[in-house]
């Protein structure tokens, strides 16, 4: 065998294996975005009804509050950013980090004083990187979170927002990660927590679910007042809407390993089509050299046989 030729078969046995490695991850993404989208339909009923709650609550609330309260002159925000702790994802987390420093060049040129929360390794590494301040971060549950995670990135995240900005609290909450749309479309968004925005509309649909079914009774009733419940709801809600984030960019992330996945098992399925035909050409040339040197040979011999003769 010549030595191209053994070039091209040892890159065939190379390829071959990496494709069983993309193909194997590709079917483990697959299976983990189905388990990963149903946690996300199981959450949305209780994030839904939360918000319905804190939403009236806080249309009926007359005192200032965290939730509620837009501050005259904000001066300090926090982001949350939610990465992925692997790589082998395509753009998932590059996506994320990009809308994260478009939000915070926004509220930089706002001239508020920005601090950074991070989930995942990716976001991680990138602001380390770069020598960037990181005012916490969690790591390790990407890939499939659960409440209790959500509650431990929400604790200094609604501790903040209760604090007064002269000793470091915030006057907003932002939240940026990457929302599944579909298997093929995920879609980074920036949202913000806090406070709750209250257009005209939805205090009159506010109103309208209050007393909806029965005229003299209303869906909620508060006890002892609605700034006390609004307390005992803030931390339910900011880790709710954590958790159901958590759980949108655990969906998205496993959905862009999945298709990036695949396109690395195409991509070696091509490759190893085209070394094949580069090795099967090589071996052709080999054997017509090979054919030509007997041919040549036998020619040669057959000439100083007959030249012997005479």
């Known amino acids: ?33 189905v388990k990963a989208q149903r946690k996300v339909a199981a959450s949305a009923p209780y994030a839904t009804e939360l918000t319905r709650a804190v939403t009236a609550v806080a249309t009926g609330a007359n005192n200032k509050h965290a939730l509620t309260t837009e501050v005259e002159n904000p001066t300090r925000a926090a982001v949350l950013l939610i990465t992925s702790d692997r790589g082998l994802a395509g753009g998932y987390s590059s996506n994320a980090i990009k809308a994260a420093e478009h939000l915070t060049t926004q509220l930089t040129n706002e001239r508020k004083h920005v601090d950074t929360y991070i989930v995942g390794r990716k976001g991680l590494a990138y602001y380390n990187f770069r020598d960037r301040a990181v005012s916490e971060s969690w790591t390790g549950f990407t890939d499939n979170p659960t409440y209790a995670d959500a509650k431990r990135v929400a604790a200094p995240l609604i501790e903040s927002i209760m604090r007064d900005t002269a000793d470091g609290g915030v006057d907003e909450l932002h939240i940026v990660f990457t ?23 939805t205090a009159e649909e506010s109103a309208e679910v209050h007393t909806k079914g029965a005229e003299v009774r209303p869906l909620f009733e508060f006890e002892p007042s609605a700034e006390d419940v609004l307390d005992a709801l803030l931390p339910r809600y900011v880790e709710s809407r954590i958790y159901n984030a958590l759980l949108q960019a655990a969906a998205s992330e496993h959905a862009a390993r999945r298709r990036a996945m695949k396109s690395a098992t195409d991509n070696a399925g091509d490759l190893i089509h085209n070394l094949s035909r580069l090795a099967n050409a090589a071996r052709q040339a080999e054997i017509t050299q090979e054919i030509s040197e007997i041919v040549g040979g036998a020619s040669a011999l057959a000439d100083a046989t007959a030249g012997s003769d005479k």
């Open 1 to 33: 065998m010549g030595a191209q030729l053994r070039v091209y078969k040892r890159r065939i046995r190379s390829v071959t294996a990496t494709k069983k490695i993309t193909k194997a991850m590709e079917m483990i993404a697959a299976s983990r975005v």
């Open 179 to 201: 929302e599944f749309v579909s298997m093929m479309t995920q879609s980074p968004v920036e949202k913000r927590m806090l406070p709750l925005s209250l257009t005209p509309s």
